[in-house]
């Protein structure tokens, strides 16, 4: 395998001209720089990571911890993180928590003692174990899409974190629904527990008070975040005396589970009943009808949480912050409209 000293030799150049060229340390004349990389070229040199993290105390990696990896929003958002961590040089380690908070504790302490330099999670609705775990052994982390409680003295967020809109763009869906006549009006909400969660009913609480209509708390059911609870907190709304004429569902894996209840009863959306979804998917548009929905920007966000971890490494002591990217509203045919006037409007 060649070497460095190799590269140097083929280039006529120092060892130390070699590693500013593929490190980037310091300017170089463009003939030099030209003539190294023609030498790594033919050589087929490639840069020893193990040796150089020994040196630096850097492995030049990141370690991804996100539930349920087949979700389509949490592909997205895995394949911002990739890119953006390729760019800057930075290979994914990648583990699934299962949204089980002591697999949590485990997959987190797993990754860091690969070396990782820093960790990017998604925390599950009970993060006591992870938070104390990075607490106590200083772990660079950002947190993305769902947020963690338990401020600073100063009120400020203790970790980086980076998520989207949630409470705004859900109280959009509602008015929407209300503003086409419906006034019991359902939500399927996602796990408890989790920020997601508190922040989409915050939304839809709101949503109803902004349109003029009472909270009723029959019409709040939990889904779980899953389709199959989806589908079972469903079929109690329509067992309702008096059913909502519309719902909300939290999240793209819920909306399946709303969809297969409402089928199994016969109903028909938007005929029977009226249906918007937090999470757009690939396959919405082709739903009959095709889905409204809010559409978060997934890829954006993880590559953000890449961005935001990689500020934290450069500044260890910077002040924790708190990132939110807009979300957009999809306007299709569930909501029972005959022909949407705008389509991915920032929310």
């Known amino acids: 395998m060649a070497t460095m000293a190799d590269v140097a030799r083929s280039a006529g150049v120092s060892v130390a001209t070699v590693s500013h060229v593929l490190n980037g340390t310091r300017p170089v004349l463009p003939h030099t720089r030209q003539a190294v990389l023609d030498a790594v070229e033919e050589l087929g040199y490639t840069t020893n990571t193990l040796a150089r993290s020994l040196v630096t105390a850097r492995t030049r990696s990141i370690g991804l911890a996100v539930s349920a990896i087949s979700n389509p929003y949490f592909t997205e958002i895995l394949q911002g993180v990739e890119a953006a961590a390729l760019e800057a040089g930075y290979s994914l380690l990648i583990a699934d928590p299962h949204d089980d908070p002591d697999h949590e504790r485990k997959v987190v302490q797993l990754l860091h003692e690969r070396r990782v330099d820093g960790l990017i999670v998604a925390p599950s609705a009970d993060p006591r174990g992870l938070l104390a775990y990075l607490g106590r052994h200083d772990v660079p982390a950002v947190f993305l899409d769902r947020l963690v409680d338990g401020p600073t003295t100063d009120g400020g967020p203790r970790f980086d974190q980076v998520c989207a809109d949630n409470a705004e763009p859900t109280s959009r869906l509602v008015t929407h629904l209300a503003g086409l006549g419906h006034r019991r009006i359902g939500l399927v909400a996602g796990r408890p527990g989790l920020s997601t969660t508190s922040e989409r009913i915050s939304g839809y609480r709101s949503g109803l008070a902004f349109a003029g209509l009472a909270y009723d708390g029959r019409l709040l059911v939990y889904g779980d975040s899953e389709s199959a609870g989806a589908e079972q907190a469903t079929e109690a709304l329509l067992s309702l005396g008096v059913p909502p004429t519309a719902l909300v569902t939290g999240n793209n894996a819920m909306t ?90 920032p929310s």
């Not at 399946?256 to 029977?272: E, F, H, K, N």
Request: with cysteine; charged share 25%; net charge negative.
């Open 256 to 345: 399946i589970g709303v969809l297969r209840a409402l089928g199994a009863r016969g109903l028909s959306v938007p005929d029977d009943i009226a249906l918007c979804c937090f999470d757009d998917f690939a396959w919405a548009d082709l739903f009959s009808p095709r889905l409204t929905a809010i559409a978060q920007p997934g890829r954006d966000i993880g590559a953000r949480a890449v961005h935001v971890l990689l500020e934290r490494l450069a500044e260890p002591d910077r002040p924790a912050r708190t990132v939110r990217l807009p979300c957009a509203f999809v306007h299709r045919t569930s909501c029972g409209c005959p022909s949407p006037s705008e389509e991915g409007t």
